[in-house]
């Protein structure tokens, strides 16, 4: 013990207190998480290997429920749904947003109430804008019967009710309300460039398709990773939008596989099938974002 500890043995206590405070604080949000977040995690991997019905169970069956899974229809239809909602999602989120980033970014007049309103959608959670959705776009009610009343009458949009066209209904209700969120983000990017290297660009006669394209998107490298994952992460896991938009319908037309995952386990009575589903959404989550952050935290080194 050093000298100033032994004649102020009390300011030591304090000091040990105020380093532990923080360890303190935070001990009680982490044995949370690690309990009702990873915890469970793991239990659904377990359950996944096991026999598994109404209740969960612990009879082992091995790559059983994964092999099962694979042969039944309604899940390959929901994986075609996810690619199709995915890709067009993320696509068209990433070029309106873009797009949206570019206007704004030309300082314009009430920039920042404009910005406001296209950020507005993202505030409202999936639930609302998955049933204003199902309104506009409802023939009875919506697009179709105001557009009649105008006086078009052979006006036709019936997406919602039409098996080929209904997983497109989605895909514009969620970029209705998550491309102000990626616009956000690619503004941001293009409000951290190098004014001068635009500046020496058009000195040397550069067009400006040809800014954009040899400057400023290469140089938004960051904010396309970065709005990739985000979307990729939310078409993976969507449930709540499809749920409050079509119920997955008509028939099967919108299943993917959130809604798949829990019909088998809460309503077909089918747990274990219903945890593989979920395991292989999460392995999919994983695969995009764990090389992301890895790439992320090699470049801060």
Request: proline share 4%; aromatic share 14%.
């Amino acid at each position: 013990m050093s000298l100033s500890e032994t004649a102020n043995p009390r300011g030591s206590v304090v000091d040990r207190l105020r380093d532990a405070l923080p360890k303190l604080v935070l001990s009680p949000t982490i044995a949370i998480v690690a309990i009702f977040v990873y915890g469970f995690i793991a239990f659904t991997l377990y359950l996944s290997f096991t026999d598994s019905r109404i209740l969960p169970t612990f009879g082992w069956v091995g790559w059983q429920n994964y092999e099962n899974l694979f042969k039944i229809r309604a899940w390959d239809t929901a994986v075609w749904n996810l690619v199709v909602f995915g890709v067009l999602y993320i696509t068209i989120c990433c070029v309106l947003g873009l797009l949206l980033a570019i206007l704004l970014d030309q300082k314009i007049r009430a920039e920042g109430f404009i910005r406001t309103i296209y950020l507005y959608p993202m505030a409202l959670s999936f639930i609302v804008t998955g049933i204003a959705w199902k309104w506009f776009l409802d023939p009875g009610i919506g697009i179709e019967a105001v557009v009649r009343g105008w006086g078009w009458e052979t006006f036709t949009f019936n997406w919602i009710k039409d098996r080929d066209f209904a997983i497109y209904t989605i895909v514009i209700a969620a970029v209705w309300q998550t491309s102000g969120f990626v616009m956000a983000m690619f503004l941001a990017g293009l409000r951290g460039i190098d004014s001068e290297m635009m500046k020496a660009a058009q000195i040397d006669g550069a067009s400006t398709f040809a800014l954009y394209r040899r400057i400023v998107i290469p140089q938004l490298r960051p904010a396309f990773m970065s709005a990739f994952v985000v979307l990729a992460h939310m078409a993976i896991k969507s449930y709540d939008l499809v749920i409050a938009l079509t119920g997955g319908g008509p028939g099967t037309a919108t299943e993917v596989p959130a809604t798949f995952m829990y019909s088998y386990t809460f309503t077909r009575n089918q747990m274990g099938i219903g945890a593989s589903s979920a395991v292989i959404m999460l392995m999919t989550i994983a695969a995009i974002i764990v090389p992301y952050l890895w790439s992320e935290l090699r470049e801060k080194k």
